[in-house]
């Protein structure tokens, strides 16, 4: 909820507010900007707009949540149109803050609600990957920023590092692993199909097909194709089959 840039129009529906919370919102903490040490609190709902919503101050006496920060805190609000947030600490649900909405964050380090999709698995997939020339190199400028070998605390232990080089272990290649699929629930013996490309989803069973050995391309056409036309599509075989070639 932090407000960066310039934000126009109108809030939401109070229909939708409630959506958002019952289904987003709610599992989420928040964090006081204007608390000195960072305490988590969960959203109950929003409120009216910070130029509409009012304070109760010296017991009686109403105030806006625009002027009250105004002029109390000296903290001109650049967001009035928006609506309060309603927070409460868990320990003591009874107890509402209501703030102005710039004054709000989310909290940092908090899991994500979804689950992860293909490609998003594969982008997080990549970014934790390190290859192993820039993993030796990151492990060798530790070694040296440290400097293991001069270091009082690990000499009184009786620990030596030895900083000169890596220890080379010697490692295995995991095969890869076959994908078993049954034909049907009548037959249960198990058959091996390779899948390098693209997903099966046939109802939870494998469906084995006809081999496929002879196949051909036609060209529709209202007339008769001339050279250029017959050129184009013997070079589409062509290609074709240089495809499945590397595919298969």
Not at 81 to 92: A, G, K, Q
Not at 98 to 113: R, S, W, Y
Not at 148 to 177: A, C, T, W
Request: proline share 5%; glycine share 4%; hydrophobic share 40%.
């Amino acid at each position: 909820m932090k407000c960066d840039r310039k934000i126009v129009g109108t809030c939401i529906s109070s229909k939708d507010q409630a959506l958002l919370v019952r289904k987003l919102l709610k599992f989420l903490w928040f964090v006081m900007r204007c608390e000195a040490e960072a305490c988590q609190y969960r959203l109950k709902s929003f409120g009216r707009p910070a130029n509409q919503h009012k304070y109760i101050i010296n017991g009686n006496e109403q105030i806006t949540a625009v002027d009250y920060f105004n002029d109390i805190w000296k903290f001109p609000l650049r967001y009035p149109h928006l609506p309060v947030v309603e927070l409460y600490h868990p320990n003591d649900s009874n107890r509402l803050y209501a703030l102005p909405m710039e004054l709000v964050a989310v909290d940092e380090g908090q899991p994500n609600l979804q689950a992860l999709t293909t490609e998003e698995h594969i982008e997080a997939t990549r970014k934790a990957l390190v290859h192993p020339n820039k993993c030796y190199r990151m492990i060798q400028r530790v070694v040296d920023e440290r400097r293991f070998n001069h270091d009082s605390y690990l000499q009184k232990f009786g620990i030596i590092v030895d900083v000169n080089e890596m220890l080379l272990i010697p490692g295995r290649i995991l095969p890869l692993p076959e994908i078993k699929y049954k034909l049907s629930d009548i037959d249960q013996h198990d058959i091996i199909e390779g899948v390098q490309i693209g997903r099966w989803w046939l109802n939870k069973f494998f469906k084995k097909v006809r081999e496929i050995r002879t196949w051909a391309i036609v060209l529709v056409s209202q007339h008769k194709p001339d050279d250029q036309q017959i050129c184009l599509t013997r070079d589409f075989t062509q290609r074709i089959l240089q495809v499945l070639i590397e595919f298969l």
